[in-house]
């Protein structure tokens, strides 16, 4: 793969992330839709994605640098998918085994510590479990599982090649001296 297609592909997963952070920002900002914690978790992992692949576009960096951003891209995005799919599982159940009440994520972070924020976030409670907007029948974690899988595959596909891009050779030239 050449440096330039990297790039490219660096440039894409940027957009396609930040066309997903402006569409949850559009639900909060312009439709008001409340986010929940683990839709907040999702925002960070799509944050993280797009800073990372700004970064690889920005850097055009060769083997090595192309696998250290492929695989932090990857990993963010596969952790998204991880939180879409907790919520979308949480959706499923039924509302008396959620936790209710549970503090704001300001509360959160002045009175917990890092193990028992992550605890309590992944744990869920009712709000989470709310389907309050749905587009053909899908709620928004779902499609935001899809876009987090769709992410994770473009991240899957630029570790590949990475690991298997060559330089490319350089045309033998003659030498120019007689014989």
Known sequence: MSLACSRFI?????????LT????LFLEYGVG???C???QAQRGFLLGICLVNLMGYV???RRAGMWVYSIASMLLA?????????QVLMQRLAPE???FCQPDLASIWRDLSLNEIFSMIYRGNDVCAHISWTVLDLSIPELSLLA?????IAGGFQVVSSIYYRKPRAHATRSSSKY
């Open 59 to 61: 850097h055009g960096p």
């Open 33 to 35: 839709l409340e986010p």
């Open 10 to 18: 660096f440039l894409l997963v940027f957009l396609a992330a930040a």
């Open 37 to 39: 914690l683990l839709c």
């Open 78 to 86: 596969l952790g998204g998918a991880a939180s879409a799919l907790r």
């Open 97 to 99: 085994q959620l936790m």
């Open 148 to 152: 987090f899988v769709g992410l994770s």
């Open 21 to 24: 952070m402006g569409a949850s």
